[in-house]
């Protein structure tokens, strides 16, 4: 086989695994889940599901990601040849790939709100649902963004792991940060801010259904970057000496912490603004907000100009650190499988990408306002990979590492050989065997028959 790329660091292990984790999920999708759901009440239950499920999750990707240095789909073979459990590995790159498809149209569509916000057209108080609307559904503008981003994804990719990915997310990740730590301190200045706060904080649990805790396991396996091949994939890149328990405890922090600081950026802004309300749906961050900025810093425009561009550059560089680790389990899986040079392999997915995406986003132009099963084309895409396919991942990957590996494998991968005392083996064992499995299958039960 080809010579395997490594990381280099152990920092650089956990930023890239952390920006795989920190993405439109956290900065996008959490706030309308949170808004959609209730808010607070939403967050624990979100909480929990990073607890007992997530991270026990995560670190079995991690196992079997390691423990073959492998690409997703080899991985399964390696480890239980011949068969059905296969299945856990083409899920995982083909889902890869097709929630890539629609996460390069999302990602386009940040480029071009940083390009627009920085060149100062977003503000003037103008329609912005029409505008949205008008970006979305242009036959060429959403789709030329698109494949500019996805260029900038490309040449990352073929720089290979350390000089890529390690490198690029060592410098993208410490600048989120810093944007967002920047960001919310600014939030502390809006009228909105204690309201906004409060809506974050104060759970109303009348509002919990079946339904709401489906969708905050669906959100956690999505912020996380779960039951696709992505962390699997990086794993396969980890150093005999990465602590595999500590990398996901602190990918989960991390990832977790920006999820919940997003809140605290974005809702303050949103009631700070009569009338408009938090749960808007999947438009908040595209329509809602440069409406917002607007009105909340309507005495001092510089200022809600700065913001609203460090916050669109904040929401592009969380993609693009996804999108990465979204790329590399389906080129991995080529140029290892397939025999091409990884240079090829990544162009393969790069183009194929590209015109799907292209597909999905004219889709949207001509069919928009047409509803399947009520919902449009771009929420069923979302509704099926994280609703129904990432927990079914997620119930394989628990079921193959609690009860189809050996135990002794495991348990030499989470103590590097023997060498690392981890006190919560038998818990993690417990958890991946037991809990995840079954809350996941309640909860899908509830969610599908119990309507
Ligand atoms: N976690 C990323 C986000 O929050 C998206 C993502 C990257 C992802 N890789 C994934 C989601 C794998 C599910 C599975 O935006």
Same mark, same amino acid.
């Given at each position: 086989m080809a010579h395997r790329g490594n990381f280099g660091s152990k920092l650089g292990v956990v930023l890239a695994a952390a920006g795989s984790a920190v993405g439109l999920g956290n900065v996008w999708r959490f706030p309308t889940e949170v808004g959609n759901n209730g808010g607070a009440a939403f967050i624990l239950i979100y909480l929990a599901c990073v607890f007992f499920i997530g991270i026990p999750v995560m670190v079995s990707e991690f196992v079997i990601g390691r423990s073959t240095h492998a690409n997703t789909i080899t991985v399964f073979r390696k480890l239980a040849p011949h068969t059905w459990w296969r299945i856990g590995g083409i899920e995982g790159v083909f889902v890869a790939f097709f929630i890539f498809c629609y996460y390069i149209i999302v990602s386009g569509w940040t480029l071009h709100y940083? %390009?627009? $916000?920085?060149?100062?057209?977003? $503000?003037?108080?103008?329609?912005?649902? =029409?505008?949205?609307?008008?970006f979305v559904s242009s036959p060429w503008e959403p789709v030329v963004y698109? &494949? %500019?981003?996805?260029? !900038? %994804?490309?040449?990352?990719? #073929?720089?290979? &792991?350390?000089?890529?990915?390690?490198?690029?997310?060592?410098? !993208?990740?410490?600048?989120?940060?810093?944007?967002i730590g920047v960001l919310v301190v600014c939030s502390f200045s809006m009228s909105g801010f204690t309201e906004g706060v409060t809506f974050l904080l104060r759970p109303d649990f009348s509002k919990v259904t079946p339904s709401i805790v489906l969708s905050a396991v669906g959100q956690a396996f999505y912020s996380l970057s779960l039951a696709m091949g992505c962390l699997c994939t990086y794993a396969s890149y980890f150093g005999p000496n990465t602590n595999l328990m500590k990398t996901a405890m602190s990918v989960s922090l991390i990832d977790t912490c920006v999820a919940v600081l997003c809140g605290f950026i974005i809702f303050p802004a949103v009631f700070s603004v009569p009338g408009v309300e938090a749960n808007e749906g999947p438009g908040l961050v595209f329509i809602t907000l440069p409406h917002v900025?607007?009105?909340?810093?309507?005495? #001092?425009?510089?200022?809600?100009?700065?913001?609203?561009?460090?916050?669109? &550059?904040?929401?592009?560089?969380? =993609?693009?650190?996804?999108? !990465? $680790?979204?790329?590399?389990?389906?080129?991995?899986?080529?140029?290892?499988?397939?025999?091409?040079s990884r240079k090829l392999a990544a162009w393969l997915v790069t183009v194929g990408c590209i015109l799907l995406g292209v597909a999905c986003s004219l889709s949207m132009g001509v069919w928009n306002g047409y509803q399947i099963g009520g919902m449009c084309l771009f929420d069923l895409f979302d509704f099926v990979s994280a609703k129904i396919i990432l927990p079914l991942g997620g119930i394989i990957i628990?079921?193959? %590492?609690?009860?189809?590996?050996?135990?002794?494998?495991?348990?030499?991968? &989470?103590?590097n050989n023997g060498t690392l005392r981890i006190r919560f083996f038998r818990l993690y064992l417990f958890l991946v065997r037991w809990v995840a499995p079954l809350a996941i299958a309640v909860i899908f039960y509830n969610e599908l028959f119990n309507k």
């Open positions: 940083t %390009v627009a $916000s920085f060149a100062n057209q977003l $503000s003037a108080d103008k329609d912005y649902k =029409a505008y949205f609307q008008h698109a &494949v %500019v981003f996805m260029l !900038m %994804v490309h040449i990352i990719i #073929v720089r290979g &792991v350390q000089n890529g990915i390690e490198k690029f997310s060592k410098l !993208m990740m410490p600048m989120l940060l810093l944007i900025f607007n009105i909340a810093f309507h005495n #001092v425009p510089i200022i809600g100009y700065l913001f609203s561009g460090l916050f669109y &550059v904040l929401l592009l560089l969380s =993609a693009l650190t996804s999108a !990465m $680790s979204l790329h590399e389990p389906v080129t991995a899986y080529i140029h290892e499988e397939w025999h091409l628990c079921l193959f %590492v609690g009860w189809k590996l050996d135990r002794q494998l495991v348990y030499d991968e &989470v103590t």
